[in-house]
């Protein structure tokens, strides 16, 4: 068959969707669905049920990530792989994970009504706790089947009351023995933005060809204490001098390194905290986010310098340091313009862009060739009972979803 003129079924997805959102409804239109709680469990269940009719086989692993597999022509071959996860924020949204679930569902459902077989077997898989809500390590399920978390390390995350990830897959009938990870040709995830971009520039798809690098920097100044009135102002030491001086140079540093540098001064905060009082302590934190490798390490090294600078002119004693940072993610190149060329074939307005959020493919694509579709949502809400998007786009990225999977799995 010509698979050129190929589409999804937007209804079907749509109506899925909206059922699959009933399972944790909330009060005010959202969803908690929890990873490894009763409701997580209903709505594999129900993506169960959908996969078995549409003639896929559904295995689970030792960590409740459950794979579903459309069998190849040769099943010797390294399968094609999409997905997401179906666990959600306490008051999340209808949309963040499981649209990437669904929309897989649906470029299965539509290669069986079309009668297409692909060379390689594909699989789409639903990550377990990419939420990290209630068990508190987000994408824990993938970070495990890439090698990155131990299986013991996951085993043994508890919740609030204490219960453990193992015990409840136990409780739930979610373990499986542990597998060796399956030859992966290429992953694709497709998945609500979760920010503004695509709608404020009116596109329909996000090309995204990789996750921003991020740290958090923590400075602390030390001071003297002294009473406000009598300290003549040269015989104080006070580290608001050494802010103040740094501040303004941050700033340039920042937009030195172009307009998608990110710095974020969200802490600070002086001790005592008195009007009357001169500080003797300052801290302050800064978050510096890049999708450049080489311009994100200029700008970490910048506010390290500035901030000791600073302190150098001012006499004052401090520290700076990194106190956590997540490298960035490079999507692998034949995955990125699988992507942009399934896009421009279906005549969709597409621009390149970079996450500014964690996915599951992050820890994926350390192992496998990866890459991800955004489409927009209302307002880049997300994890919020309001999030939202329109069956259009939704459909329009699960065709992009389609064509580039079809490419990759057929030849
Ligand atoms: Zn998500």
Not at 96 to 113: F, K, T
Not at 167 to 175: A, I, K, M, W
Not at 368 to 376: D, E, I, R
Request: hydrophobic share 45%; with cysteine.
């Amino acid at each position: 068959m010509n698979t050129v003129a190929l589409r999804v079924n937007g209804e079907r997805l749509w109506s899925r969707l909206m059922e699959m959102g009933t399972i944790g409804a909330t009060a005010h239109g959202g969803c908690n669905r929890q990873a490894l709680t009763d409701l997580d469990l209903q709505g594999r269940a129900l993506l169960s049920r959908w996969a078995q009719a549409a003639g896929c086989d559904v295995r689970l692993d030792a960590i409740g990530n459950m794979f579903v597999r459309r069998r190849g022509m040769d099943e010797s071959l390294p399968v094609v792989m999409t997905g997401s996860h179906l666990d959600t924020q306490p008051t999340g949204g209808k949309f963040d994970g499981v649209y990437g679930v669904l929309a897989g569902l649906e470029v299965i459902e539509s290669l069986n009504e079309h009668g297409i077989a692909t060379r390689h077997p594909i699989e789409l898989c639903v990550w377990c706790n990419e939420e990290g809500s209630r068990f508190p390590m987000a994408m824990m399920g993938s970070a495990v089947w890439s090698g990155r978390l131990s299986l013991h390390d996951a085993y043994a995350l508890t919740d609030r009351d204490g219960v453990s990830v193992r015990s409840e897959l136990d409780r739930l009938g979610l373990t499986a023995p542990a597998l060796p990870r399956q030859a992966v040709k290429a992953a694709l995830e497709v998945h609500i933005e979760q920010g503004p971009v695509l709608e404020q520039r009116r596109k329909t798809i996000g090309v995204v060809t990789g996750v921003q690098h991020m740290s958090r920097h923590e400075i602390v100044i030390h001071g003297q204490e002294a009473h406000a009135g009598p300290t003549p102002m040269h015989m104080r030491r006070v580290p608001v001098r050494a802010l103040a001086q740094a501040l303004p140079a941050l700033y340039a540093a920042a937009a030195a390194q172009g307009p998608e540098a990110r710095f974020t001064v969200g802490v600070i905060e002086t001790r005592p905290g008195s009007a009357n009082t001169v500080p003797g302590l300052l801290r302050f934190t800064v978050d510096v986010r890049h999708p450049d490798a080489d311009r994100y390490a200029a700008l970490k090294r910048a506010v390290h310098e500035v901030v000791r600078a600073a302190l150098a002119e001012q006499t004052l004693e401090g520290e700076v340091r990194c106190v956590w940072e997540a490298p960035g993610v490079s999507f692998d190149a034949a995955c990125v313009s699988a992507v942009r060329t399934a896009a421009s074939s279906l005549g969709l307005a597409a621009i390149d862009m970079v996450s500014g959020a964690g996915h599951d493919s992050c820890n994926v694509a350390a192992v496998v060739p990866t890459a991800m579709v955004f489409v927009p949502c209302a307002g880049g809400l997300s994890h919020n009972e309001a999030e939202s998007a329109t069956a259009a786009d939704l459909a329009a990225g699960a065709n992009v979803l389609l064509h580039a999977m079809l490419a990759l799995a057929l030849e």
